[in-house]
């Protein structure tokens, strides 16, 4: 809405006062040597009596480099090389090896000097950071540095309060950089207030207690594991106790059936031992009753063997009658024994010679056939190796063959692909999606804008409920700009200003809500189009790859059935040679064995081979004497053997009648040891009742005993199983103690992880961070558009909004920074040049004072480099007017300008030139 009285756009809020202390951080003195422009010897640029410094000179004499000293001092940053593996090494002034820089500077009353220092010496690199504190005079030094830069550089953060980071965006407006604070996303600007609020204490205890969180977490899970497995040892405490009584009712029925089982077996001994004594009379009457029947034994051995001889000398009575027969048949064959001796020496004879006569006969043939044969051998081998190499010929072509089929499939296969490829091809040429008449990017950006120009009205509609509310509630209002006071007429006017544009928003909201839905209708359309076209794309380019990789197939295809064709056809031709040459010796081989047949058929070899047959045939005549001389021989050796048994037959004929009456004897004796055993046998059935009781006695002592053992066995291991459960009863019983206390100590454990829980949640960024942000955010806006009300003309305002509503309903977070002007609320970008650095200037300038105002940072210097050029003339007069009015806030203020409209209004300027030696600096006081 518009002022009634100044005519701006303004919000309407309560006016706070404005109560300032300065920061405690006053540069005092800066040594340069060797850092980029400035050369050796070094300089000292002492800045202790200035005030308001501005910094000239030409471009690239160093005057970002006399800034850039200053934070490579502190921080050890400079320009873009921050976070650049080699950043101090390209610091160093060229054609140097050493370079120093050393900056003393006030800090809660008390002087502290750094000093940085950077050595090359060759391939090696050294870095060096010294800190301490001086007196006024700057000769006495008391050093502060830690064990390591990095000690030494956390202990600077400390004492000063700010890291570089933070100090670049806030108190050093760097030349292209006065936008490092406004461009930041709204989650580092939240972190940068934070570590200039120094709320990384509380970050640094969030952390502490996380990290103890985390083991007291680990030692919850493990007194719970333990809780658990304690619990399950103590359920089983009552059922062991239950087995304790039961195992020891158990020991006490078997030590009285033990006792029982003793008694019986001890009565089963006695009987036994009575029946054991009955048996030995037994077994004495079987041992007699076994010695008879070896008597028995003893007397059929003497009868069996004497009437056995009696029975064989009664056969030889007979032979002896045939032996005059014998003598006559014997003498004729001893005569057919001397014929057929000599029949047999004439055929050793004829033998001999006809033997002769066939090794002669051998060693000819041998001799004819060793001259044929080594040739034979000769072209044998080579029609063998002729023969292989044939063969190797046919498998190479048979596969050759093999594999011009399968080509001829394959370019047939392939054809038939790529004849479909092609016509696939055809038919995705002529089924072209139609393109729809629309212009996606138009609707993506007029989309855009609309929903942009729909959040402006949103929050434009908000804004105005807010002002209405405080219209309402409020008695004494001021505008912000022109700070009139806001008279009853004046509020009434503003209400029908604010519900006519009301009553406009609301239209044009609906005109935007149509205008999206058909935006958002053509969009759908044109995504659709793109997805079919990337589906005919993707089908094209498959379709085109598929055509060339048949092509370049059925080229392949071809080359190689080619090939084949070509080399089966020498391989044929080579076949055909071979052929040919394994018949010429073939042909060879056969005239060779002509020519050996030949040889074997002469005069000398058909004699000897009569002559050999003529000898058989003499042979054959004699017929086998030397079988005959066999069968008379064992002839006669049947005669003389039957002459031996008949001289003997007289000698046993001749006891004969002995023999007889021996057997009589022996037959009398075996009829009376038989009649003693079959007593004895009687008097043995006697006992064999004894001798089932016997065997069913001792069976029963012997179940007994087993029964016993397996007693005693079971008493023994109840009582080490009572012993066992006695022992587990007492160990669970202290368990349920340590269960009792673990569960204590789980309870204790629990309420400190809620309590730590809470104290993280309150100590995160959401939490108390979040709070203070929150508390300091209004002070930091409000001075920034008190600033910027001196820098616009009241024409510009911003606003900090920490909360952002997402479109599922839920609230984020941020720090979003929303700025009006007369045209409305815009975006930070869409303001110009001149009109962001105001912005920026003014904001930077408002969290610098608000730092001052809580003495919470260590920083007393304001320093702008360049960034004036995109100023008016009017602009630069109320960014003038604005540092005079802040000049007591700051202790110290560091302007880079070229502009000498602004150079005219400083009272102190560090000209700056570059000479032979480097850029040196020269202070020039005006009134």
Not at 361 to 370: L, P
Request: charged residues 30%.
């Amino acid at each position: 809405m518009n002022c009634i009285s100044c005519k701006n756009h303004v919000t309407i809020e309560v006016i706070k006062d404005r109560d300032f202390r300065v920061l405690d951080m006053i540069p005092l003195r800066l040594y340069l040597k060797n850092f980029l422009s400035y050369g050796s010897p070094g300089q000292t640029i002492n800045l202790a009596p200035y005030h308001l410094i501005c910094l000239s000179g030409r471009n690239g004499h160093g005057k970002s480099a006399f800034l850039d000293a200053l934070t490579w001092s502190l921080w050890g940053q400079a320009r873009k090389t921050a976070h650049s593996g080699k950043s101090d090494e390209n610091l160093l002034k060229l054609g140097q090896t050493e370079m120093i820089v050393m900056l003393d500077f006030m800090c809660n009353n008390v002087v502290y000097r750094v000093r940085r220092e950077f050595n090359r010496e060759r391939a090696k690199v050294m870095s060096q950071l010294d800190f301490g504190i001086v007196d006024v005079s700057g000769e006495k030094f008391v050093t502060l540095t830690g064990k390591t830069m990095r000690d030494t550089q956390e202990l600077i953060n400390r004492t000063i309060g700010l890291d570089g980071d933070a100090f670049q965006c806030t108190a050093f407006l760097r030349q292209g950089h006065s936008d490092e604070f406004s461009r930041k996303p709204p989650k580092d600007r939240k972190d940068v207030l934070a570590k200039l609020l120094g709320l990384d204490v509380i970050e640094q205890l969030r952390k502490k207690i996380t990290e103890k969180l985390r083991d007291m977490m680990l030692s919850k899970q493990h007194k719970e594991r333990l809780c658990e497995h304690l619990t399950g040892e103590v359920q089983h405490h009552i059922q062991m106790r239950e087995e304790l009584t039961q195992a020891a009712l158990r020991l006490s029925e078997l030590t009285l059936v033990e006792t029982e089982k003793m008694r019986h077996f001890k009565e089963l001994g006695v009987e036994h031992t009575k029946l054991q004594a009955i048996l030995t009379m037994r077994r004495d009457k079987e041992v007699r009753i076994q010695r008879l029947e070896d008597m028995m034994l003893a007397q059929r051995n003497l009868l069996v063997p004497t009437f056995q001889k009696w029975r064989a000398v009664n056969r030889l009575r007979r032979l002896y009658q045939h032996q005059v027969l014998a003598d006559e048949h014997r003498k004729s064959l001893v005569a057919a024994r001397t014929g057929a001796q000599q029949a047999r020496e004439q055929e050793l004879m004829l033998r001999d010679e006809m033997q002769i006569l066939i090794v002669t006969r051998r060693e000819r043939m041998a001799m004819i056939h060793q001259s044929f044969v080594a040739e034979k051998i000769t072209q044998q081998q080579n029609v063998d190796i002729l023969q292989k190499k044939l063969q190797e010929k046919c498998d190479e072509r048979d596969g050759l063959k093999r594999c011009c089929d399968k080509l001829i499939e394959e370019q047939r296969l392939c054809g038939a692909l790529l004849e479909a490829a092609l016509k696939k091809r055809d038919m995705l040429q002529y089924t072209v999606p139609r393109a729809p008449v629309l212009n996606k990017e138009r609707i993506v950006e007029r989309s855009a804008r609309f929903r942009s120009h729909r959040e402006y009205i949103a929050r434009e509609r908000v804004s105005l409920h807010e002002q209405l509310v405080a219209l309402q509630n409020t008695k004494e209002a001021v505008c912000t700009w022109c700070l009139r006071i806001v008279t009853v007429d004046d509020a009434a006017a503003i209400v029908r200003q604010i519900s006519r544009r009301l009553d406009r928003l609301v239209r044009h909201n609906d005109k935007v809500e149509r205008c999206l839905v058909h935006l958002d209708t053509n969009l759908a359309l044109c995504r659709e189009y793109e997805k079919k076209m990337e589906i005919y794309q993707g089908d094209l380019e498959m379709v085109f790859v598929t055509i060339r990789d048949f092509e370049r197939r059925h080229e392949k295809i071809t080359q190689d059935l080619h090939f084949k064709e070509e080399t089966m056809q020498k391989v044929q031709q080579e076949g055909e040679e071979l052929r040919t040459h394994v018949q010429q010796i073939a042909e060879r081989i056969q005239e060779l064995n002509k020519r050996e047949d030949a040889a074997l058929h002469d005069s000398t070899l058909v004699q000897l081979h009569e002559q050999i047959v003529r000898y058989e045939q003499k042979i054959g005549l004699l017929g086998q004497p030397l079988e005959t001389l066999v069968q008379i021989q064992a002839a006669l050796d049947k005669i003389s053997q039957d002459e031996l048994q008949a001289a003997q037959a007289r000698t046993d004929i001749a006891l004969q009648s002995e023999r007889v009456q021996q057997v009589h004897t022996l037959c009398g004796t075996l009829r009376q040891l038989r009649d003693q055993r079959q007593e004895l046998l009687e008097e043995l059935k006697e006992y064999g009742v004894i001798d089932i009781r016997c065997g069913e006695v001792g069976a029963e002592q012997r179940v007994v005993q087993e029964v016993i053992t397996v007693m005693r066995q079971e008493r023994e291991e109840l009582i080490r199983r009572k012993g066992s459960l006695e022992q587990s009863c007492r160990h669970l019983e202290a368990q349920q103690m340590q269960l009792a206390q673990e569960r204590e100590m789980l309870r204790t454990l629990h309420q400190e992880i809620e309590d730590d829980q809470l104290l993280i949640q309150a100590f995160s960024k959401d939490g108390i961070q979040g709070m203070i942000i929150e508390q300091v955010l209004p002070d930091i806006e409000q001075e920034a558009n008190y600033l910027l009300a001196k820098l616009t003309d009241n024409q510009t305002q911003l606003r900090f909004e920490s909360v952002r509503e997402l479109k599922n309903g839920a609230l984020k977070e941020t720090l979003d920074i929303q700025i009006s002007d007369a045209h409305g609320i815009r975006p930070y970008e869409l303001f110009s040049g001149g009109e962001a650095f105001r912005i920026d200037f003014a904001l930077r300038l408002a969290i610098s004072k608000f730092l001052a105002k809580r003495s919470g940072a260590s920083v007393q210097t304001l320093i702008i480099d360049e960034g004036f050029g995109s100023q008016d003339e009017e602009g630069l007069n109320r960014i003038m007017e604005a540092l005079y009015a802040i000049q007591n806030d700051f202790a110290k203020i560091i302007i880079v300008s070229h502009l000498s409209s602004m150079k005219d209004q400083f009272p102190t300027h560090f000209h700056i030139q570059k000479g032979p030696r480097g850029s040196f600096v020269q202070v020039v006081q005006q009134g």
